[in-house]
């Protein structure tokens, strides 16, 4: 699967911020994705994931209850929406596949294809 993810720009604290991931890839492949994102200066962390069918979601502590991760899969796409943004949020978003348990099974760690990120910049 390729992935391309798209959406980032400048906000302010406190706006919201929809990033969406374009998948392209074999047809009837299942594969889990995810959100991860890398500050400046630090690593790259893990944001929220999505497993194939939907039904199941993931987030980090730091975004529960602003973020949330949805997909289309007749789309090919997968989205972020970001509320309540924070300085802290500030990153450079990408997009990541997992093919981890035929794309049910997700964790922060099984994530091992990515996309290019999208730039997210959240002045205070």
């Known amino acids: 699967v390729q992935l391309q993810a798209s959406g980032g720009g400048l906000v302010q604290a406190g706006d919201s911020l929809r990033l969406s991931c374009a998948t392209s890839?074999?047809?009837?492949?299942?594969?889990?994705l995810g959100w991860f994102r890398q500050a400046p200066r630090k690593v790259r962390e893990f944001v929220a994931a999505?497993?194939?069918?939907?039904?199941?979601?993931l987030y980090a502590d730091s975004v529960k209850g602003r973020f949330t991760i949805s997909r289309n899969n007749a789309n090919n796409t997968m989205s972020l929406q970001m509320s309540s943004l924070k300085p802290d949020d500030t990153a450079v978003y990408y997009c990541?596949?997992?093919?981890?348990?035929?794309?049910?099974?997700?964790?922060?760690?099984?994530?091992?294809?990515w996309g290019r990120g999208t730039l997210v910049t959240v002045s205070s």
């Open positions: 990541a596949a997992s093919y981890a348990g035929g794309g049910y099974y997700i964790s922060s760690s099984a994530f091992n294809i």
């Open positions: 999505i497993n194939w069918s939907g039904d199941t979601t």
């Open positions: 890839g074999r047809t009837g492949s299942r594969y889990g």
